[in-house]
């Protein structure tokens, strides 16, 4: 029997569910290139934790522009715009600015289109 690995307790110091699904993420990695055969079992898990921290500080950044920019409007919710201007401003997700816009009204540019069809299949 196999016995749980370095990083199976990585994400909450327990081996319950993980909050990104594995099989979802295990499946990309597949995708990614033609010479992926084989994964081991650890690294969706780190993976995982990879993504929800990346997801929790782009979330903190867009919050914190969202609430110095709309001093005068209280809400809590974050949009798309709240988003797009985090990633502009901050230039540790300067790889991210070709793919988001800071138009309110703008479609998704072709970049974007292709990276959601590729998370939606």
């Not at 295990?26 to 290139?33: A, E, F, N, Y």
């Not at 969706?44 to 990346?54: G, H, M, N, R, W």
């Not at 070709?98 to 072709?110: A, G």
């Amino acid at each position: 029997m196999r016995q749980a690995g370095a990083y199976s307790t990585i994400l909450s110091r327990k081996t319950g569910p993980h909050s990104l699904p594995l099989a979802r993420i295990k499946k990309i990695m597949k995708k990614s290139s033609d010479d992926v055969k084989m994964i081991s079992g650890e690294a969706p898990i780190v993976f995982s934790k990879a993504c929800e921290l990346f997801i929790e500080e782009l979330t903190k950044r867009a919050w914190i522009n969202m609430t110095n920019n709309n001093m005068h409007e209280k809400r809590s919710t974050l949009h798309k715009e709240d988003v797009a201007s985090a990633v502009i401003a901050t230039d540790v997700f300067d790889f991210l600015v070709n793919l988001v816009t800071h138009d309110n009204n703008c479609e998704l540019n072709e970049d974007s289109q292709v990276i959601m069809e590729d998370i939606r299949n």
